[in-house]
């Protein structure tokens, strides 16, 4: 800016015209200096950039081929992602595609189970119609190689102890007629020499009391009257037990009947039970096999059954039998509307259909309880009728399974149990399995799970997401695949009409378990899932687990 005098105000100081120019140059100068440095500055920070990105993108893929995803359902590199599971091929869903790459369940992909039946050596020759699998007894197997399992004998020593009375009085009362054998008894065995050289040996016997040692023990199957057995056999059933009919007139005196049949150890320490109890004011008739032949007490296990239905209570004496079975006068008393009066060390409340529908004591010094119970139901008969309520209401869920248990034979079972053993050793040995998928879209895991009912072969496939892993979700989703299907579970038409009242005939799901469990575990124990961390830890150290529900 010029001012009077031919000055100039630069930088704060007034300078004549004559000094302005050399100043302006020398700092022009000093500027275009600097942004040439720094247009140099930004070339080689351009440079050194270029320099690290070539470098990276050799360091990646220099020295790797790369794969695209193709249609190969099982890639051999290991899986990236979360955990094991593996994302879907391009263009594809996780539960389309999981449904396409694993075994499709039906348990047909290493055999045709109709085409080639389970054959089962034994003493008597029969083909088994209505099982879900082709199912063969014969006395002489085709082939060695032919044969699935063969009925052995147990020890003779073994079999003399669970013989006797008791095993014909099993084999005539509860379940009697679900055996099938030959005479209503067990089936017949073979020779040691034929069963050395099936897969399997088969001790079948009624009785549960006597343990019986085979060698090879994991290549044996137990078929006895226990519920922890490999095939549990004579429990009760409904065709042979009217359940759920009125219960009969109750005339006859005494009020209480006390059976004494086999076993019949222990014998004084009973009938010294039943002394007390009378002396105390309640009269108590004894019937059995146990008692001598001359006493005019003496009756057959089936006779007893029978007599037992015109008294109001049933003493029976449980303490010898394990916990997993129950005599067959016990379900005779239940049956006909007689209360049971149990003497058992341990509970019986898994084999009753109401928590009320029975009497219990533990040891055999509660006779003041006995009598006092007995006398309070005597004198109220509103309160001796809640007892057999039940029977006008439906019985318990666990009751209805277990009676469900025998619709399908033994025979069919015992085949259903070998030819699942050749299915999951399949499973073991499969590697074209898949079972759990990455999904990108919802950013979790799909899991593949298969259930079949109890007392079928094949399987159904079903699907569940991480976020999934409860027993709620786990119950919603196989009720929906049922019901989707209009299913009929095994025990439609073989239930009493009694049952069909009410709404009792929704299916519902009771129980859901893994494969090869036990039906104590399952009904009684920890052998179903309950627990969401149960469920949890079991899928997924399982691929492709393979369930088993109850229905009811």
Known sequence: MLFPGGLMRVGGRHLRGSKVLPLLQRRLALAVGSSRFSRQVVVLLGVLAALLLLNLLFYLFGGISIEFVTDDPLPDLPSLWRGDAQPPPRGRQCAAWLAEVDPTGAGSEQRDWQRQPVVVAAGESRRVGGCAVGCLFTRSPPDHDACDAAVVAPPADAAAAAGGDEASSAAGGAGGAEAGGLGGQAVPGVAAEVGAACAYQ????????????????????????????????????????????????????????????????????????????????????????????????????????????????ALLFEELAPLHAMSPHFWAALACGTVPIVVAKGSIAMFAPADNAFLQVGRGDEVRQVVEWVGYLLRSQRAYSEMTRWKADVPSDTFLALLDLPIVSPHCRLCLHLATKHLVAWDESSTRKVCRCWDEATNTTLYHLYVRERGTFPFLSFFLNASELTMAHLMRAIYRLYHGLAYRPLWHGHRPDALSAGGATQVRVFRVYPLESSQEMVLHGSGAFRRDRQLQDYIEATPCPRLEVILV
């Open 202 to 313: 088969v001790v079948w016997q009624r009785s549960a009391r006597e343990a019986v040692v085979m060698p090879n023990a994991s290549r044996v199957v137990a078929m006895t009257s226990s519920l922890s057995s490999d095939v549990p056999l004579g429990q009760p059933s409904w065709r042979d037990h009217a359940f759920m009919d009125p219960p009969t007139s109750k005339h006859a005196s005494p009020p209480i009947v006390a059976i004494l049949s086999h076993p019949c150890s222990s014998l004084q320490l009973k009938l010294d039970f039943i002394a007390e109890v009378s002396r105390q004011g309640v009269p108590v008739h004894p019937l059995g096999s146990c008692l001598p032949a001359s006493d005019a007490h003496h009756a057959t296990p089936l006779a007893a059954q029978q007599r037992l239905c015109g008294h109001r209570f």
